[in-house]
């Protein structure tokens, strides 16, 4: 039973992971219809930066507050700079950011070399129940992914923000007749987006280490798992996000985990073949 219940946990632990990360990635794809390749360098960025601050010898706290900021602002400049300019052909947007994506991590590997760089957890030690002992920060990301899903629900759809914001990605022409800024809407979007994934970086780093490829790790699991959930919504994605992290954490306790991660891509792939609207479609949050 206490290796259930633990075997449990980390299920749950990794599937909260994913969706820390997909939910930026799910904002940015469902409401601006556009795939952010670069959402996992985001990842990456926001883990090198707690790792930074830890190094000069700053509270780990300190850089994990500043992470969702200095990305957040850097999405923002891209957004503003580059992306916007390719709106009308997705395509070339997708493979822009995938452009941007690469020049991140090779500059982030140019900086930390080849190396496996740890960060220490903030909450360290165990939580206790019975014989049983599961992991304080593992948990502490449970209760905090809870918290940001919460929130961001709340953002987008009981304040006047989230309602400029719907309304200009969902009717550009309309926004701009209201009176809403919408070149301003559209790079906060992306950046609030970019906010989140380098939150889950810095949330993330103390679990599985800073180096260069951790950004590529997840964004094949989050790109995978907006598609199973459905773009078009804020729910859609999450929903997706917790079948693809359960199943990637789960398989691997049975099987090989290599063998696991083949086999969730390829019932991805099955699923999206016969329901290629995912399980949540539709627009709205």
């Not at 946990?9 to 601006?32: D, P, Y």
């Not at 601050?53 to 700079?81: H, R, S, T």
């Not at 390719?86 to 994506?101: D, E, N």
């Not at 719907?166 to 309309?174: D, G, H, I, Q, Y």
């Amino acid at each position: 039973m206490a290796n259930a219940f633990v075997a449990a946990f980390e299920i749950l632990s990794f599937g909260a992971i994913i969706v820390l990360i997909v939910l930026g990635l799910g904002i940015i794809a469902s409401m601006m219809g556009i795939f952010n390749f670069a959402q996992g360098e985001f990842v990456l960025l926001g883990a090198y930066i707690t790792w930074l601050a830890y190094a000069k010898g700053l509270p780990i706290w300190a850089g994990m507050a500043a992470a969702p900021v200095l990305v957040g602002a850097l999405g923002f400049v891209l957004e503003a700079l580059i992306i916007r300019r390719f709106y009308a052909a997705p395509i070339v947007a997708m493979l822009g950011t995938y452009a941007l994506g690469l020049i991140i991590r090779e500059s982030v590997r140019g900086l930390i070399g080849g190396f496996y760089l740890t960060v220490p957890e903030p909450i360290g030690g165990s939580i206790d129940i019975g014989a049983m002992h599961i992991s304080a920060w593992r948990f502490t990301i449970i209760v905090i992914t809870l918290l940001v899903m919460a929130g961001c629900y709340l953002l987008l759809s009981r304040t006047s923000f989230g309602l400029r914001m719907r309304a200009t990605l969902e009717n550009p022409s309309l926004a701009r007749a209201s009176g809403i800024s919408t070149p301003l809407m559209y790079g906060a979007t992306f950046a609030f987006g970019s906010a989140l994934a380098g939150l889950a970086g810095a949330l993330i780093v103390p679990v599985f280490s800073l180096y260069a490829d951790l950004g590529l790790r997840f964004l094949i699991q989050g790109f995978v798992a907006v598609m199973v959930g459905g773009v078009g919504s804020f729910i859609g994605p999450v929903a997706g996000a917790g079948v693809i992290g359960t199943l990637s954490a789960a398989l691997p306790w049975v099987m090989a985990p290599v063998v696991a991660d083949v086999l969730v891509f390829v019932l991805a792939i099955v699923f999206i073949k016969f329901r290629p609207q995912g399980l949540i479609a539709g627009k709205g949050v």
